[in-house]
């Protein structure tokens, strides 16, 4: 893909709209806004050689269904109108996808309670459950143990990547500027507009949207506007079955999450090549996109440590977190928490896979961001939180940010 399309370069580098960031988000805002307005000059500016690079190209590949959201909170209602939009797309852009189902198992009989609750979450959510004895389980699944399942048959699987490559070209096609190796260094706003300072010299446009990931509270920082959150990293770390265990399950298997603890827990992922992970844990991460084993970038280590929310979400999860710790290094104790559904996947199974960084926004006071959280000016848009399952909810997510800019440039 070229990095900008010829035909509707701006000379001048003056644009109606501006949208940092080509991830998922900031791809589907671009191109629901041009099919709305075709006359808006606009550009997307990424600092990565390719669209997708860091969050979206590092997850699961997992089109929730939307299952463990609040009801009534933005995650639930973008989570299941997301999934039909996500497919909709695939469908009509030839994207190979597959609606496999998930089952969440409990293996005990705490979880077997924690299922209950998710059961009745579900019913709320308007989702289409099935409650699964142990005999009904293990028909599904001879590979996987539990008390109990539940079995969501909406839940799909993509590659987001090729999905955002998609949207590149219709974005592009629709007049629209993809500047690739664009990096951001500094935002000024006025009365008439956003001036940009790029490595590839300045930018204007009328009104931004930043869509920032793992740079979002610095992006808005540049623009003087007052948050209470800052961007904590978290590293997901995953591992590839042996190809002999491509067909070790038949669905996404989940465990049945803790429901005093942020993150889900290490699951088995069927992905859309054939291939099955396992994955991710939740590990403190020391460098905002540090994607190797070992990562420290002192600038994001001072930034954090400078933070108050930190040590109070350090006071309220330091158990967890040395677990976590501990298990990224210790190879076995990863694997135990695989064994507890499905005991036949041994330590030689355990392949190399890339990890991801979540992009998790903490408050002040040490709260996690659980769920979609923005902030504006008068003639800029950040998106500051969009955790999972951002990628799932891009398409609603975007048509959001859409409204919310209508009334900025009303």
């Known amino acids: 893909m070229t990095s900008f399309n010829p035909n509707y370069f701006s000379p001048d580098q003056q644009y109606d709209?501006?949208?940092?960031?080509?991830?998922?988000?900031?791809?589907?805002?671009?191109?629901?806004?041009?099919?709305?307005?075709?006359?808006?000059?606009?550009?997307?500016?990424?600092?990565?050689?390719?669209?997708?690079?860091?969050?979206?190209?590092?997850?699961?590949?997992?089109?929730?269904?939307?299952?463990?959201?609040?009801?009534?909170?933005?995650?639930?209602?973008?989570?299941?109108?997301?999934?039909?939009?996500?497919?909709?797309?695939?469908?009509?852009?030839?994207?190979?996808?597959?609606?496999?189902?998930?089952?969440?198992?409990?293996?005990?009989?705490?979880?077997?309670?924690?299922?209950?609750?998710?059961?009745e979450r579900c019913k709320t959510n308007d989702l289409e459950v099935h409650y699964l004895t142990q005999a009904q389980l293990k028909e599904r699944e001879p590979n996987v143990v539990g008390k109990g399942a539940l079995f969501v048959p909406s839940t799909g699987i993509v590659n987001y990547r090729k999905l955002c490559e998609k949207l590149s070209v219709l974005v592009q096609e629709l007049g629209g500027a993809i500047q690739l190796a664009t990096q951001v260094k500094g935002l000024n706003e006025d009365a008439s507009g956003v001036q940009i300072e790029t490595n590839r010299g300045p930018f204007s446009a009328r009104y931004l949207v930043s869509c920032g990931g793992l740079m979002a509270d610095r992006l808005t920082k540049m623009l003087g506007i007052e948050t209470d959150f800052q961007i904590v990293p978290f590293r997901g770390e995953y591992y590839r079955l042996s190809p002999h265990h491509n067909h070790i399950v038949n669905h996404l298997i989940y465990p049945i999450p803790d429901p005093d603890l942020p993150f889900l827990g290490v699951h088995l992922t069927r992905m859309i090549d054939g291939s099955v992970t396992v994955g991710p844990n939740a590990v403190?991460?020391?460098?905002?996109?540090?994607?190797?084993?070992?990562?420290?970038?002192?600038?994001?280590?001072?930034?954090?440590?400078?933070?108050?929310?930190?040590?109070?979400?350090?006071?309220?999860?330091?158990?967890?977190?040395?677990k976590e710790t501990y298990n990224s290094w210790y190879k076995a104790g990863y694997l135990k928490e695989v064994k507890k559904y499905c005991p036949m996947v041994q330590l030689s199974d355990l392949e190399p896979y890339p990890a991801g960084i979540r992009a998790q926004a903490v408050l002040k006071d040490g709260k996690l961001v659980h769920d979609f959280l923005f902030a504006q000016s008068k003639r800029t848009l950040h998106v500051c939180n969009a955790p999972s399952p951002a990628a799932t909810s891009a398409f609603p997510i975007g048509a959001h940010i859409l409204e919310k800019l209508e009334l900025l440039m009303s």
């Not at 997307?44 to 089109?63: C, F, M, R, Y």
């Not at 403190?284 to 979400?313: C, H, P």
């Open 284 to 322: 403190q991460g020391w460098k905002r996109e540090g994607y190797g084993r070992i990562n420290v970038d002192l600038k994001d280590v001072a930034t954090m440590f400078s933070f108050a929310g930190y040590w109070r979400l350090l006071k309220d999860y330091w158990k967890i977190g040395l």
């Open 17 to 119: 709209i501006a949208i940092i960031g080509a991830g998922i988000v900031g791809l589907s805002t671009a191109w629901q806004l041009l099919k709305k307005y075709p006359e808006k000059r606009l550009v997307v500016l990424e600092k990565e050689e390719h669209v997708a690079t860091h969050q979206t190209g590092h997850n699961s590949g997992v089109i929730h269904a939307g299952v463990y959201y609040a009801p009534g909170s933005l995650k639930a209602r973008f989570c299941k109108e997301g999934a039909a939009a996500t497919k909709s797309f695939c469908q009509q852009y030839q994207i190979p996808y597959e609606e496999c189902g998930k089952l969440l198992v409990a293996t005990n009989e705490l979880e077997l309670q924690r299922m209950d609750d998710l059961f």
